[in-house]
Every structure is written in C-alpha cells, then in structure tokens.
C-alpha cells in the first residue's frame, strides 16, 4: 500500500514476493536509508555512520568492512567467546545470590545488563555497567533516549520546505550530542591519554588507528551499542516468556541442551560452539524471531531512483517500509501462524541469512543486518544458561499458563508487561 506523508509518498511492502523484490531484485535502488533529520544533524554523523548511513556510500563501505573484520566475523566472534563466557557467568552468580532470598527478577533489566556490557567490552575493552543502581539508571536513560529520538519524525522531515527554520530538530540533535558526550569523553579522554593498560586491542583502537576523531568514535560506539543490544534483549525475553508459559517446550530444551551442550570437567560447562547442534533449541530462537520479531517493520529505505515493483512504480525518494511482521504472521504463509510452534523450523532449511523471504527477521540484501551471528550467539549462550542452572516461577505462585503474552509497540515490539520471575537453582548445582 501507499500513502501520502507530507512531502513524501510512504510505501509499505507485505509479502514475501514484494519483500524479495525491494531487498534483493532491486537491492541497490533501494539501499539508501531515510531517518528523521535531528539524528542526521548530530555533529560527526555524516562521516561515521555504520548503522544509519543514508547510503551505501565509500565511507559506510570503508566502516561495515572494519565492523566486519573486528566484531561480525566468524573469527571475530569466536574470539569473543571469553567475554561473552565470562559475562553469562556473572549474571549466573548475580541470580544464584537472588534465588537464595527467593527475589523476583526482571528478566529485561538482567540482560540488558549481561548485553550491554558483553559488547562493551568487545567495543571498549571494560564494562559500561558499572556497580551502583545510578550508574545503570543513567545508562538505561541513555540507550532509550537515543534511540527515542532518533526514530522521532520532526515537521521538517515530512515538510522539506521546513529544513531552513527547523530549529527544533537541530536543538533535539545537538540535545543528542550532549547525551552521547556525557557517555563516552571521559572513556575516550582515558584511552587517549594511555592510561588504559589493556594490552587487547578492541574496536576503539581500530577507530583510533584509523585515525577517527572523538565524536565520530562516539558515534560509531554509540550505533554499534544500541544495534547490537536493543533487538538481542527483546528476542531473550520473548523466548524466555514462551518457555515459561511452555513447560513442556522448556523441559525439552533443557533435556537437549545437557545432553548436547554440557561438559563435565572441575564444575559444569555449556559449551558454547556446541549449542548450534542443540536443534530443538536453535527452532525455539527461530520461532521467537518468528512470531515476535523485535523490529516489525525493516528500517526505512529511501528509493535512489525510480523504478517498478510488482507492477507498480515506486517513484525516486519513496520512503519503503517491509512489513515482516505481517510476513512472518501470515496464515497463507505460515500454518497456524500466531501460535509457538517451534517444531516447524525441525529439518527445515530456512535460516538467518536472507534467503528465505517469508523469514526475514535480520532483513536481506546489502543492508541486511551485519550483526545476526553474534546476536544469535549471544541469545544461544544466555538462555541456555538460564534455563540450564536453574528453576523459574511466577511470582506468588502463579500458573505458568496465565502468563500474559501481550505486546506494545514504540520503537520495537517488546513484550507490553515486564517478564518478572523467581529464580531458584537446580538441585545439581546448589554447591557449585
């Protein structure tokens, strides 16, 4: 369909056909990006954008190669296989200390967390989370401020005529920087002056390197953080929901997993490489991404020139959405497509990587999303020990199956009601 907004005509593409026509037949047509005008208006933007570049230009080029080298790689992301081991492990201690007490956790607030500080150390060498409950409220604010107002449509964007007296949206950008600052210039002050004794190189000594200024780095960190959390942390809580209100779902999982995944040397390990042949768990995430894809539509695309699609012409400058919500949840796609069936995806062939245009959770074509495989990593290692060590409850004693399922949508869709739940740790490793 189509409709008129502002200044711009607004396509929204529902169906796989069109889906596979916009990201892969017309996939350089339709590779510019369109966000509102006060994220582009930020100072060091326009040269330093990985994630919301307006285009596939020589600079954004230049930065998902040094991305990929360094963060998405398959050997970039086995050589985080440390940080993310050693990250899990603290969140399984922080839970073995609350099922003591028997303290209700919020699932979301533990793994943002877990997340958050998982990247930032592959990003800055050191946790962004530090202890104290103001540091992870500032924080917090922080991630879902940016990513507020970078999605926030101003009058100019709608009305270009507006752009020369939009002072509102360069006040909202500027607000942006100072929020961005407050973050990082005291970390890149420390890392600039040396006195930062890691001897691992991690991203910012590739920025630095390269000879990045400090609020294109800021930028750049910045991105890379929000884009490789927010999404991550949306799919952890809707699958731990669905296990939850599933218990016969969960116990399979966690029968698969010990079986598959768990070594006993001194104490009891998951294995991480080993959880990708855990198949009944790997259909579970697929389902998760399935029925509740974090971001329902694609980001915006903006056409770079005119041209047809299903018949129709998408005229140059057209703001496209794909809707993969409506894909992904579309009976004449899917049988029985908004129940939790994960046996579905058993002995299929449908993955992550684009392909199938009925499954396109991570997006396809040149601007698909570079970080899927370590998502799905970091989703594997941190449900599985979830559900590996230990036992979960309702709060009060709740029944599994009352478990409200509704969702909100804002910026993602998230799950409407925190998944909040009591932790108690399995017999087996009370004395480990």
Known sequence: MSLRLGGHLLIVASSPVAAKE???????IFSGRFLPSAYHNVPGVTHASLVMARECNDTWKFLRGLGHSYIFSSKAIESGAGIRAKKVT?????????????????????????FTNIISNVLISRDLFGEGESNYEKVIGFLKMVIEKVISVNLSDVFPVFKRVDFWSQGRAMGIYREIQMIWDDIIKERRGGDDESSTQD???????????????SILLTELLIASTESTIITVVWLMAELIKNQE??????EEISDKAVEENDHVLINESLLSECQYFQACIKETLRLHIPGPFSLPRQATETCKVNNFTIPKDSIVLVNVWAIQTDPNNWEDATSFKPERFINSKIDFKGAHFDFIPFGAGQRMCPGSNVAIKGVQLVVASLVHYFDW??????????????????TTLKKDKPLCLVPRIREKYVAG
């Open 22 to 28: 916009i990201f892969k037949t017309n996939n350089r």
């Open 90 to 114: 603290e969140m399984v201690g922080f839970l073995r200390a609350n099922s003591k007490d028997g303290n209700v956790v919020n699932i979301e607030d533990l793994v943002y967390a877990t």
């Open 203 to 217: 991203f910012f000594d590739v920025l630095s390197g390269h000879g990045f200024p400090d609020d294109q780095i």
């Open 249 to 254: 779902i969960l116990h399979k999982v966690r």
């Open 393 to 410: 409850s309702l709060p009060n004693g709740e029944d599994y199956s009352k478990l409200d399922l509704s969702d909100r949508f804002g």
